[in-house]
Structure formats: structure tokens, C-alpha cells
């Protein structure tokens, strides 16, 4: 493993250098000829420049390049270690707003559309991205359709279909499911199949950005029949939905220990004969940012490791350890304290934590102040 011990691993083609010499070429060749000639019966010497055009044997070195093979065999890279030291809760990010969660369900839920490194959208489960130049986006902004993928399957095997989209929107948007990511869906009046492989979401009002729903990590789509009986107040109860959703990415969940450690095998159901790289993944929660960072940087038991809130100085110098590089990488997620400026006196009842009390610490205005 110790070719995939960096805090991030890619995936690279290798360019080669193929070496042609030797080849007959037509030049010009430009010779300096001294002569002797005889002027008035005395011998003199003359310089000629003579031009000719000859074909020679020259070595000529080209450099091509040619696109080398990349290991891309489904399950060749063998098992990779992840490591979160901020642990997933649980695997429906629906269920949870945290970004460890949301990273977690990312290896195997996908959404109709993503973001790339650079911001762009990335069709997914979906064809195309739907714009207004290619009839996507109705022209008065009120509607986006999405065309999704043929032939794509869930894990366990069955298709994928608009239904499951459908059926996603409705579970988020009940008010009694305390979805996440409703705000994905603010101003969404309905989400509806057209047919098995088209679904048309229509706003309540003109939408100049429709690419909330379905786009991104916040918004997987969910398997319909997995989840029939966990909607609306129901939803917080299905934990053995919300530990193992089934879904149609590149890995399948067979084991998850909440605030603890998620092992993903392959989906043989994935869509891509080539991938997933990686026959296992175990994703390991757990201990702290400095520790998740000795374990890829110096002792070499993790190949990645993510969020490092460590000083620079100190991850310079396990760096020196040789066995792995850290990387940094913008984004747009930032830390946060949130403190608590309500009571949480559980004898106040219904009131309690209400915005319309006062946590008894903030009383005193020098703490206020602090």
C-alpha cells in the first residue's frame, strides 16, 4: 500500500516517449570549395560557395507522445483506508447535515448532478445538465427536466427509475421527516415523473438557479422501496434504513458501526465495467485531527486522511517522515463554535431552549461581553 500512502490519491495516465531516428531526408547543403586556379600564368586561390540539394542519411530524433496504459481494472487497487477522524453518525445524510456524513454517503448515493474541482456541473445520474439553451429549463424559469441514465441499477439489482427521484423529493419535503437538506427544496412546488427515465421539477416561482434539488452531496437519490414506510415522522426510526441505504454508486455498505468505522465493497450492479479502483473501502472515524495525521504521514496505517485542523509546523515535520505528502485544497465549508445563548433547563418544559429565554451564563453582562 505504500504507492497509495498520500493525503490524496489519484488516479494518473502516463505519458511515454517513443524515440524515430534515422530517416532519409532531402537538405540543402551548403559547401565552401577552395580551388586553384591558373590566372595569367600565375597560380591563385579561390574561395567558391557552392549551394546543392542532396538526399542524406541524417538522424532525426521525434518525440511522440502516446497515452500509457492506466490501471483501471475493477478492484485493482486493492483495499484503501480512509480515515475520518469526525466519524459518521449515520449513512443517510438526509438524517444528518454534517459533512462527515454527507462524505460518508458520497461512496456510494449519488445524485442526478456534481460539482468538479473547479465548480462545474458534472452530469451523474442524469444525461446532460438542463439549461435553457437546450430545453432543460423551461424559458420563464418555472421548470427544470432531468434526463436520467438507461440501465442504471441499484446495488441490490433492481432499476433505477424517476419514481425513486420522485419519491426522494416527497420524503425530504414532509414537514414531520426533519429532512437536512430541506432547503434544497425551498420554492420546489412539485417534482413529477414524466416517465421512467424523465422527471420535470416546477417552482413556485421563477428560478434563475434550479439546480438545487438533486445536485450535489446534499441530495442523494434514495432507493423508493428501501424507504415506502420511513417517511414523515417515521423516518428517524428506520435505523436499519438509515445504516445501509442501498444505492446505485460504485460501493455497496457491509458494515457500519455508528461514530466509528464504515466498511464498502464493490457494487457488481455499478454501471462501469472498469471501476470502482478499490475492491475495499473502510472509512475509520475516531481519535483526533493530529493522530489521523501520524497515522498516513508517519506510521503509514492510513493512505488518507481528511481535515486536518493541525498546526502547519507540525505536519511539516511529520511530513519528513517520507511516507506520505500533505495536501491542501480549497473550499467552501468553514468551522464554526455555535454556542447556546438559550436556557436548556429541562424544567422548563415545553420553553425549553426557546429563543425567548436566556442561558443563566449570559446573566451576568461580562460574560456577554466576552
Known amino acids: 500500500m505504500k504507492n497509495k500512502r498520500s493525503l490524496i490519491f489519484l488516479l494518473v495516465a502516463i505519458s511515454g516517449l517513443l524515440l524515430v531516428a534515422c530517416q532519409p531526408q532531402t537538405i540543402e547543403v551548403t559547401r565552401i570549395v ?24 541524417v538522424e532525426v530524433t521525434r518525440v511522440v507522445e502516446v497515452e500509457g496504459e492506466t490501471m483501471t481494472a475493477r478492484g485493482a487497487g486493492g483495499t484503501v483506508n480512509l ?7 449515520t449513512l443517510n445524510n438526509y438524517m444528518s447535515g454534517g459533512t462527515k456524513e454527507s462524505d460518508a454517503a458520497a461512496i456510494f448515493l449519488e445524485p442526478l448532478a ?6 462545474n456541473f458534472v452530469p451523474w445520474l442524469a444525461t446532460e445538465i438542463p439549461t435553457v439553451q437546450n430545453g432543460g429549463v423551461s424559458e420563464d424559469l418555472m421548470s427544470i427536466t432531468w434526463n436520467l441514465r438507461e440501465g442504471v441499477l441499484w446495488s441490490d439489482g433492481t432499476p433505477f427509475t ?29 417534482v413529477e415523473a414524466v416517465d421512467d427515465l424523465t422527471v420535470m421539477i416546477t417552482f413556485e416561482g421563477a ?13 442523494n437519490v434514495l432507493q423508493a422501496a428501501q424507504f415506502a414506510d420511513c417517511i414523515g415522522a417515521a423516518a428517524v426510526g428506520c ?11 460504485p460501493y455497496k455498505v457491509v458494515e457500519f458501526r455508528p461514530n466509528d468505522v464504515t466498511i464498502f465493497e464493490i457494487n457488481e450492479h455499478y454501471r462501469d465495467p472498469n471501476r470502482p479502483f478499490f475492491s475495499e473501502v473502510v472509512l475509520k472515524g475516531g481519535g483526533d485531527a493530529a493522530s489521523a495525521a501520524r497515522a498516513v504521514l508517519e506510521t503509514g496505517e492510513g493512505d488518507y486522511a481528511w481535515n486536518l485542523q493541525v498546526e ?37 418544559g415545553d420553553q425549553r431552549a426557546e429563543p425567548g429565554t436566556v442561558h443563566p451564563a449570559f446573566s451576568d453582562p461580562a460574560v456577554a461581553k466576552a
Request: charged fraction near 20%; proline fraction near 7%; hydrophobic fraction near 40%.
Open 239 to 249: 435505523t436499519d434504513q438509515n445504516f445501509a441505504p442501498i444505492g446505485t454508486g
Open 114 to 119: 456534481r460539482y468538479d474541482e473547479n465548480g
Open 162 to 190: 424517476s419514481a425513486d427521484v420522485v419519491f426522494t423529493a416527497e420524503y425530504c419535503m414532509h414537514p414531520d421527516t426533519g429532512c437536512a437538506s430541506i432547503s434544497s427544496f425551498d420554492g420546489v412546488a412539485s
Open 34 to 57: 577552395t580551388e586553384t586556379i591558373v590566372e595569367e600564368g600565375e597560380a591563385v586561390e579561390v574561395t567558391v560557395v557552392v549551394t546543392e540539394t542532396e538526399v542524406q542519411e
Open 83 to 89: 480515515l475520518w477522524w469526525q466519524a459518521a453518525s
Open 312 to 348: 502547519p509546523e507540525i505536519l511539516n515535520q511529520m511530513e519528513l517522515a517520507g511516507i506520505g505528502k500533505v495536501h491542501a485544497a480549497f473550499a467552501s465549508s468553514t468551522e464554526r463554535l455555535v454556542i447556546q445563548q438559550a436556557n436548556p433547563d429541562p424544567e422548563l
Open 207 to 219: 428560478q434563475p438557479f434550479p439546480y438545487g434539488p438533486f445536485v450535489g452531496p446534499a441530495t
